[in-house]
C-alpha cells in the first residue's frame, strides 16, 4: 500500500505539473486539486486522503498501526483505488 500511495502522490504532482495547475506541498493537497480537475468515477478525495493518512502512518507511526482498518482495506480491496488514480494519471501524461 504504501508503494502505491507513493505512485499516486508523485503521479499527481506530475499530472498536475502538466495540466498547469498550482503546485501543492502536501501529498494529500497535490491529489485532491488533481480529483477536483479531473474527476474519477468511483475515487473520491476523502478516500485518497485516507490513503495517504494510511501511508503516513505505516512510515512514521509503525508501532501504533491499526491493524484492523488495515485488513478492511486489503479484504475490500480498496486499496485498487489507488491503482486506479494512478491508471488516470498515466493516461494524462501520455497524452499529447
Given at each position: 500500500?504504501?508503494?502505491?500511495?507513493?505512485?499516486?502522490?508523485?503521479?499527481?504532482?506530475?499530472?498536475?505539473?502538466?495540466?498547469?495547475?498550482?503546485?501543492?506541498?502536501d501529498a494529500a493537497s497535490s491529489?485532491?486539486?488533481?480529483?477536483?480537475?479531473?474527476?474519477?468515477?468511483?475515487?473520491?478525495?476523502?478516500?485518497?486522503?485516507?490513503?495517504?493518512?494510511?501511508?503516513?502512518?505505516?512510515?512514521?507511526?509503525?508501532?501504533?498501526?491499526?491493524?484492523?482498518?488495515?485488513?478492511?482495506?486489503?479484504?475490500?480491496?480498496?486499496?485498487?483505488?489507488?491503482?486506479?488514480?494512478?491508471?488516470?494519471?498515466?493516461?494524462?501524461?501520455?497524452?499529447?
Amino acid at each position: 500500500m504504501q508503494i502505491l500511495v507513493e505512485a499516486a502522490i508523485g503521479a499527481a504532482k506530475h499530472t498536475n505539473r502538466k495540466l498547469k495547475l498550482p503546485e501543492r506541498t502536501d501529498a494529500a493537497s497535490s491529489i485532491i486539486q488533481l480529483l477536483e480537475n479531473q474527476p474519477i468515477v468511483d475515487v473520491t478525495a476523502k478516500e485518497m486522503k485516507g490513503a495517504v493518512d494510511m501511508r503516513n502512518a505505516i512510515v512514521h507511526d509503525y508501532l501504533n498501526l491499526d491493524w484492523e482498518l488495515i485488513q478492511e482495506v486489503i479484504s475490500a480491496g480498496k486499496y485498487l483505488k489507488l491503482e486506479q488514480f494512478v491508471r488516470h494519471c498515466c493516461q494524462l501524461l501520455l497524452r499529447d
